[in-house]
């Protein structure tokens, strides 16, 4: 069970929207920034959204993250094939004085 | 262009002891925090251990605390984790990344702890 909840999946269609939430508590998104990253099995993981909003140097605009109280999410516009992989939030826990990770949303592009 | 790139992995009994090594380019390695997160077959990523830009502060999760050590060379550009009392569920791909926001991320390399 992981700390950050997130749905287990989540699809749409080539030009789609979609949303991938992250749920947590006072103790990590509620106080400090999110992170947002994308895995391809056989692949590096890539940072695409840290401090709840910003996007790195090479991220397309496609990609935005939001945060309102202890939930952040992550929208992707213009669905792309290649944007099927697997989706993770991240955030400091200052009651477990860890990193947490959320369990993962795999997005599927149909 | 960063690279980050494991090494050290492979197959050992519970109660082993293995070393990673991550060395890097591409970024001034002494000036950034580091990172270990692992991934078990079947699940996502878990946070294991960060270190300071000068090896002075050291974090690590619950479960590997007294068993693994992170420290790092910045003259060497290169990042370890010192792994002993291995257990069957340390079994995972393990990530080296940079940052304080786990920037960039190597490609891992497989720990398999196994009888």
């Known amino acids: 069970q992981s700390v950050l909840t997130q749905s287990p999946s989540a699809s749409g269609t080539p030009g789609q929207r979609v949303t991938i939430s992250c749920s947590g508590s006072?103790?990590?998104?509620?106080?400090?920034?999110v992170s947002w990253y994308q895995h391809l099995p056989g692949t590096a993981p890539k940072l695409l959204i840290c401090r709840d909003n910003q996007r790195p140097s090479g991220v397309p605009d496609r990609f935005s993250g939001s945060k309102s109280g202890t939930s952040a999410s992550l929208d992707i516009s213009g669905l792309r094939s290649e944007d099927e992989a697997e989706y993770y939030c991240a955030a400091w826990d200052n009651g477990l004085s860890s990193w947490v990770f959320g369990g993962g949303t795999s997005l599927t592009v149909l | 262009e960063v690279q980050l790139v494991e090494s050290g992995g492979g197959l050992v009994q519970p109660g082993g002891s293995l070393r990673l090594s991550c060395a890097a380019s591409?970024?001034?390695?002494?000036?950034?925090?580091m990172n270990w997160v692992r991934q078990a077959p079947g699940k996502g990523l878990q946070w294991v251990a960060s270190i300071k830009k000068d090896g002075t502060e050291k974090s690590y999760v619950d479960s590997v605390k007294g068993r693994f050590t992170i420290s790092r060379d910045n003259a060497m550009n290169s990042l370890y984790l010192q792994m002993n009392s291995l257990r069957i569920e340390d079994t995972a791909v393990y990530y080296c990344?940079?940052?304080?926001?786990?920037?960039?991320w190597g490609l891992g390399t497989l720990v398999a702890v196994s009888s």
């Open positions: 591409g970024f001034t390695f002494s000036t950034s925090w």
């Open positions: 006072s103790s990590n998104i509620g106080t400090y920034h």
């Open positions: 990344a940079n940052g304080d926001q786990f920037d960039y």
